[in-house]
């Protein structure tokens, strides 16, 4: 048993443990003597569904290692809607100890329809658990006593049996927890290390490794010689053509992150976890702060999207639910990497939802799954925007990209000369 599983199980009644549910998130913890009273509203989303001989179960996912844990649990999720049964409902889990850094696991809860369901959900489990996987396993069962909403949570292979008492939302999002340098990264060095420890696994991380700058960040601090221009947004906001009427305009070279080098392997990571997903956009942008730091010296830089891109979206997708859930504002979430180029100015286009789901169908182009993600999840959209709006060091300045493509380059070629002096 690895020290981290000690450690996990040594404080498992400490814990809290959340279930998203038909777009909610339900927190419960666990009592030692009995089982939990009250709460009713918030056991009947988790177990309301479930008939009176099924059971509930819920699959934790740790070992000491973030990359494997990562993986394991990424791929868990398509075996169990490979192996189990149809009517078995599957819901993302966290566990988590209140405000304690890196505490956070993931895993699924599952909730059986019925007892036949149960059966062969049960008899899964314990085949995967006899494999020896990093995985925390619990049943849950209707307690005998009088009241049909009363559960336990059951720990296999341990004699823990705990009451459930619902509890309410806490203070600050569990996914906060864990996001440095597992979902944003903050510096060369921690993405970096990422790569070097999947590269035996993935031939392709020791691809991107040999592209990396030898400097690391270290270089790209020193100020450039010509403005550094960065130009963040969704999707159909016009920052193509906004980008390529600077160019004209100043003189400018136009680079992009992640950078061309990049694009054979994009496809590859976008569909790894996100430890692995984010660790390659953000060596991206280190890649691309080399480029500027070379391209600068000649002439301005126009860049299409840059770290805001990287952070907004990793924030958004880990902390699910409303605005309200993100990092508080002035968060050190929201802190620019220490060791990477800081821009002259970030311009960030913004466009009312439905002109910009019009100009996407009029573009007639794929949607990337984020993009996807966009357009049906207004929360989503809400969250990215918000963490655009909250990253400081330097902040976008945001210009509303509904007027036509000559107003807003107008509009930006004076924030341009008041800022950068150009």
């Not at 690391?216 to 390529?244: C, M, N, Q, W, Y």
């Not at 805001?308 to 002035?330: K, N, Q």
Request: hydrophobic share 35%; with cysteine; charged share 25%.
């Amino acid at each position: 048993m690895s020290r981290r599983t000690m450690a996990l199980l040594s404080r498992w009644s400490s814990r809290v443990f959340s279930v998203d549910v038909d777009g909610e998130t339900v927190y419960f913890k666990i009592h030692d003597n009995q089982p939990g009273k009250g709460g009713k509203e918030e056991v009947q989303r988790l177990f309301g569904t479930v008939h009176k001989d099924a059971k509930c179960y819920s699959l934790l996912v740790s070992t000491g290692d973030k990359i494997h844990t990562a993986r394991f649990h990424w791929e868990l999720k398509d075996k169990l809607l490979k192996d189990l049964p149809a009517q078995c409902r599957l819901s993302p889990m966290r566990s988590f100890l209140p405000n304690v850094k890196d505490s956070l696991v993931h895993g699924y809860f599952l909730q059986a329809a019925c007892q036949e369901s149960s059966v062969t959900t049960e008899r899964l489990l314990r085949q995967w658990l006899q494999l020896d996987d990093p995985l925390f396993v619990c049943s849950y069962l209707r307690d005998n006593e009088e009241g049909a909403l009363r559960w336990t949570q059951h720990l296999w292979n341990h004699e823990h049996k705990h009451g459930i008492v619902p509890l309410q939302a806490p203070q600050y999002h569990p996914a906060t927890l864990n996001l440095i340098d597992s979902d944003v990264f903050y510096s060369f060095q921690a993405a970096r290390d990422v790569f070097d420890k999947c590269a035996d696994i993935i031939p392709e991380a020791a691809s991107v490794l040999e592209l990396l700058p030898c400097g690391g960040g270290v270089e790209a601090r020193s100020e450039p010689d010509f403005p550094v221009i960065v130009l963040e947004g969704l999707d159909a906001t016009g920052k193509t053509t906004l980008t390529e009427s600077l160019r004209d305009t100043l003189g400018a070279t136009i680079l992009r992150s992640p950078p061309q080098c990049l694009s054979p392997w994009r496809a590859r990571f976008d569909h790894e976890p996100p430890i692995l997903r984010r660790a390659f956009y953000a060596l991206g942008n280190y890649i691309t702060a080399q480029q500027i730091s070379h391209q600068s010296s000649k002439t301005p830089v126009i860049i299409d999207r840059f770290w805001h891109s990287t952070a907004a979206y990793a924030i958004a997708t880990a902390v699910s639910g409303p605005v309200c859930d993100l990092p508080a504002e002035g968060s050190e979430l929201y802190r620019w990497p220490s060791d990477l180029l800081q821009p002259s100015l970030v311009v960030l286009l913004t466009l009312d939802p439905e002109e910009r789901k019009r100009r996407l169908r009029d573009r007639g182009q794929g949607e990337t799954e984020e993009e996807h993600e966009l357009d049906c999840n207004q929360l989503f959209r809400l969250r990215v925007e918000e963490a655009y709006r909250r990253i400081s060091g330097p902040t976008c300045i945001r210009v509303d990209a509904s007027s036509s493509a000559e107003q807003v380059l107008q509009q930006v070629l004076l924030l341009i000369k008041g800022k950068c002096h150009l």
